[in-house]
């Protein structure tokens, strides 16, 4: 009976043993190296990036590029990039970018309603996708807390409106050595602050932001929203108007938010901290969604991920930003609503920190990047806003010399 047994388990081994002879060998992956561009990263965390996904797929190393310019202008020459929506136009205009439909459509890991509404939509042109978005950056309300308790002045609160705005702007203004309000007057921001006022008065500059087919500068609503705009700096002079302003040059407001005269500033989410400034910020702080009006409103920009349309090895391109897309970045915040509400991205950005940006992500506006051609027209604005900040002209005058000199 025991050489019957034996005989038995030895059969059965046997035919492991030719099974496993059997067996299909897969071959090795061919090494591949592919080149990633993206902003400079004081954080270092692209390189730990690159690290963990080459420990994952390790016949796969990425190179990376990091640069203070555009990365559109690496585009031709790279394999994968990081870039604002607001650089899809050249993009496109180029040809140096990859059609991303068909990988999104056969890749089941990638749930489209995990993304935030309306980061998507701004990568789509022509029934294309020519991105995957990453994160996104919005507009926000800093205050600086050591001078709200210098003033014995509560500090403002989510949910606040034009009129608390206004309210804890007077709370902490002693003109002419502090103001409430730093006001933007001679940067990008300057543009920026009284369009978002029209948008929370229920005004447009367009009379559709995704697809304008003509401008709506004067509508009255808009004048009704300048009107307030200009009321901060000569009436109740809460903020530096822009012949105090000029004094400082282009140190202004940054020097003065520094020496703790300015209460309040707007500035982008990424900017929390000081941590894009070159020094940090050496006050305790706080970030706040704007405040609203008839609407509540920010913008907002989402930087998205590509593949630059000549590269030689699309499906390892598509692993990394596939791969990039499940990342937390240090500055945005995610454009994946899972990761954007995990515990993990709560640690990271902290939780009075999470709130506001989450609040104003629901309140921001995802602008068309068609709308940066409209150079003409978004020029005659911005000179209107600058003649109303300057006291040249009453908030009429000034969006009715915009509508007829650069509306369409």
Partial sequence: MLIKRLGVWCALLG???????CEKVLPTPEPVIITFVHPQDRTGQYQTWAEQFHAQYPHITVELVPTENSPTTLAKEKDTFIASQFEIASLLQQDVVMNLASFVEQDESIQLNDFYPGTLDVFVSEGKRWGIPFGVDMMMMYYNKDVFDRFGAAYPQ?????????ESALA???????YGYGMHHNNLYATYEPIILIYQHGGRIFDNLQQPDHTTFNDPLNI???????????????APTAAEAEQQG????WRGIYEGRFGMWLGMYTERGGQLWGRGWDFAWGVLPLPRDENAATLGSVSGLFIAAHTAHPD????WIKFLSRQMSPTLIPARQSLATSKDYTQLAGTDVLEAAQ???QETMMVNPALVGFDEALGALSEAFEAIRKGELTPTEALDAAQEQGGF
């Fill in 359 to 361: 609040t104003a992500m």
């Fill in 316 to 319: 390892e391109c598509w692993l």
């Fill in 158 to 166: 989510i949910g606040w409106t034009w009129g608390n705005f206004l």
């Fill in 224 to 238: 009704e929203a300048m009107e307030y705009y200009a009321s901060l700096m000569y009436q109740h002079e809460v």
């Fill in 250 to 253: 282009q140190a202004y407001p």
């Fill in 172 to 178: 902490v203004t002693n003109p002419p050595n502090g």
């Fill in 15 to 21: 035919m492991v043993l030719l099974m496993a002879g």
